[in-house]
């Protein structure tokens, strides 16, 4: 076998002869003063003086130079004529006893002038053998660049299994089936049934898609090629395509395998959507090539493509059909026992210390994935580090959620006394109307100190799980949102800009009411639209709808917030003196907490 290392047989001749060249100029083996660093040089009347005077010992002659060694042990040099010989200088007279040897330099001035003559073709001959070698192997890489960039996690290596997944237990106990038709097909086959040819997982970004595939390889212990959809496409025409089929050829041959396309959606959005052309077409090819090597796999080929998207909506529905992916799998969101589960997974590694409760943990980060509580945990380990602690206490993790909710805290914003006073007010209003109406969550802190982009923060936390918000529920959340503009307005006679985001977040809630939720006069209907699912971008309410029930619409959402605001004016207007109360609070101590913040109401 050609070792690929080795190097070539032209840059092994030119470093041969470079090197004989070199010692063979350089490199003075009989000369009598080598190990001397520095020798003098003298003029030519000078050394024929002290050869009269019977003082040199030896002398050298070699070329033009000639080199002498006194008897008191000192070397010196000077250079002669080119033509001059040396008995015109007297040095081989009979009464004088010193030593003269002559080096012929002959033989080696004709092989440096042949050198100098020959050298330049040989390297101009090189340079030209190496370049036809790069082409060649530049022609041979551009049949591999048609190839599959699929990552091959080998059944040798390190495994995932569904033990190292916390929570997930819907999607894992339909994925054991997957696992199960791979270690023992036979027992399915046997009496008719298919094996499922494809697997989509479907959850939000961060709720362990790619790392449920992982495990079923590892608990099936099979080959596991991971690839991204945005791999296959390129510029160039039909090399997503040979790429699709490089991948299904590599899996059938390692067979029974998984091939895991991660963000499919990249790859397989609805095709004649947009438009367009150019990368657009190619992406159609390679979606082409994926739905017909799909369609092609043999009964028996025992290889499973698993694919994980959070937008389900936009891809094709051929893709979607029953014999290629027949299964979804949906991956929700974990609720406070699975956030607990995660919590512990990735407490593993990092040095914890006592009285930690991670359940409270849980019920502060409701609605987070697993990445984002995985985030929290190495905040936490890197707030302990910082503060040079020796492990990672509660108060860390409090403080990790807090700033992944809620964004780092902007203690260099100092405000002056007038913006810190109506923020101040602002938050204490959020506050009243969270803590006197039914519905919204119980107010966990509240607090003048600005973090992220705004100026400060009312904290609230669930008490339990919920997946239904009913009319009134969100008309109550109107209200919460209102509340920093109806306290602002009530005390300093106008509202400030600081209410911005909660007046964006409150019309978008009443607007989804009338549109999406049927919960208006107009009726259950909705008149959402996505939009153009190709571009990716919500366009909001369909532009088919008359003028006049934009108009029924518009109406609806001023109606719905107006009476959230007569209602919050009358709660805030009732507890004025608690208003002002918690506000100084706030203006002294900058934060409170739940406990310190009911006092107000007893």
Same mark, same amino acid.
Not at 100 to 111: L, N, R
Not at 213 to 231: D, L, M, Q, R, T
Not at 578 to 598: N, Q, R
């Given at each position: ?26 490199? +003075? ?6 190990? #001397?660093?520095?020798?003098?040089? !003298?003029?030519?009347? $000078? ?13 050298? *002659? ?14 010196? &040099? ?7 010989? =040396?008995? @015109? ?11 003269? $040897? ?19 073709? *040989? ?10 070698? #790069?082409?060649? +192997? ?38 054991? $089936?997957?696992?199960?038709? %791979? ?11 298919? =094996? ?17 595939? +992982? ?36 899996? /059938? ?13 990249? *790859?397989?959005?609805?095709?004649? !959507? ?30 499973? !493509? ?36 995660? %919590? $512990? ?43 040079? /602690?020796?492990?990672?206490? #509660? ?147 369909? #532009? ?12 609806? *959402? ?11 004016? &009358?709660?805030?207007?009732?507890? &004025? ?11 002294? /101590?900058?934060?409170? @907490? ?9």
């Amino acid at each position: 076998m050609k070792n690929k290392n080795s190097k070539s047989p032209w840059f092994t001749f030119i470093a041969v002869i470079f090197v004989l060249t070199a010692l063979w100029a350089t490199l +003075k083996p009989e000369d009598f003063f080598a190990e #001397q660093k520095k020798i003098e040089t !003298v003029s030519v009347s $000078e050394m024929t003086k002290l050869y009269s005077e019977n003082k040199i010992e030896k002398i050298e *002659v070699k070329g033009k130079e000639i080199a002498f060694k006194l008897k008191d042990g000192e070397i010196k &040099k000077t250079f002669k004529e080119e033509n001059q010989n =040396i008995s @015109d200088l007297g040095l081989l007279r009979d009464d004088v006893d010193t030593q003269v $040897e002559v080096v012929d330099t002959s033989a080696s001035e004709f092989f440096v002038g042949i050198l100098g003559d020959i050298l330049p073709f *040989v390297i101009i001959v090189a340079i030209l053998v190496f370049m036809m070698k #790069q082409v060649q +192997k530049g022609a041979g890489n551009n049949f591999s660049f048609a190839k599959s960039k699929a990552r091959l996690f080998s059944v040798k290596g390190k495994k995932t299994t569904f033990k190292d997944v916390a929570g997930c237990t819907e999607a894992k106990n339909e994925l054991e $089936e997957i696992v199960d038709f %791979l270690k023992h097909p036979k027992k399915f086959t046997d009496i008719g049934a298919k =094996i499922p040819k494809g697997v989509m997982l479907v959850g939000s970004p961060g709720t362990g898609k790619t790392l449920l595939a +992982k495990a079923v390889a590892g608990e099936a212990n099979v080959p596991f090629f991971s690839i991204s959809g945005s791999e296959f496409v390129e510029m160039f025409v039909g090399v997503g395509a040979s790429r699709v089929r490089d991948l299904f050829e590599k899996a /059938k041959k390692n067979s029974p395998a998984i091939i895991f396309i991660d963000e499919i959606d990249a *790859v397989g959005r609805q095709r004649g !959507v947009g438009g367009m052309s150019g990368g657009h077409d190619e992406r159609e090819q390679t979606l082409n090539q994926i739905l017909s090597e799909m369609d092609g796999f043999e009964d028996n080929a025992n290889v499973i !493509v698993m694919a994980a998207t959070n937008r389900p909506d936009v891809l094709d529905k051929a893709l979607m059909r029953p014999g290629r992916f027949d299964r979804r799998v949906i991956i929700d969101k974990p609720d406070l026992k699975d956030r607990i589960a995660i %919590l $512990e997974v990735h407490t593993k590694g990092k040095k914890m210390g006592k009285n930690i409760d991670l359940e409270k943990i849980g019920q502060m980060t409701a609605g987070f994935a697993g990445a984002e509580l995985a985030n929290i945990m190495n905040e936490a380990a890197i707030y302990a580090g910082k503060s040079s /602690k020796k492990s990672i206490s #509660q108060k860390d993790l409090v403080i990790a959620t807090e700033k992944v909710i809620m964004g780092p805290e902007r203690k260099s914003r100092i405000l002056n006394s007038k913006d810190k006073k109506v923020t101040a007010y602002h938050e204490a209003g959020h506050a009243i109307v969270a803590h006197l109406l039914e519905t919204p969550d119980p107010v966990h802190k509240v607090t003048i100190i600005p973090r992220g982009m705004s100026l400060g923060s009312t904290w609230s936390i669930p008490e339990g799980e919920s997946f239904n918000y009913t009319k009134t529920k969100l008309k109550e959340e109107i209200c919460v949102l209102l509340g920093g503009f109806v306290a602002e307005s009530l005390t300093f006679g106008e509202p400030a800009t600081g209410a911005t985001n909660d007046l964006e977040r409150a019309t978008k809630i009443a607007k989804n009411m009338v549109t999406k939720f049927g919960m208006s006069s107009i009726g259950p209907i909705s008149f959402s639209d996505s939009g153009n699912s190709f571009l990716g971008v919500e366009n909001g309410i369909h #532009q088919d709808i008359s003028e006049e029930t934009a108009k029924k619409i518009d109406k609806e *959402v001023h109606g719905i917030v107006n009476e959230a605001l007569v209602k919050t004016e &009358k709660i805030l207007k009732d507890n &004025k003196n608690i208003l002002k109360e918690i506000s100084e609070a706030l203006l002294e /101590k900058e934060t409170l @907490d739940s406990g310190e913040f009911k006092t107000f109401f007893k």
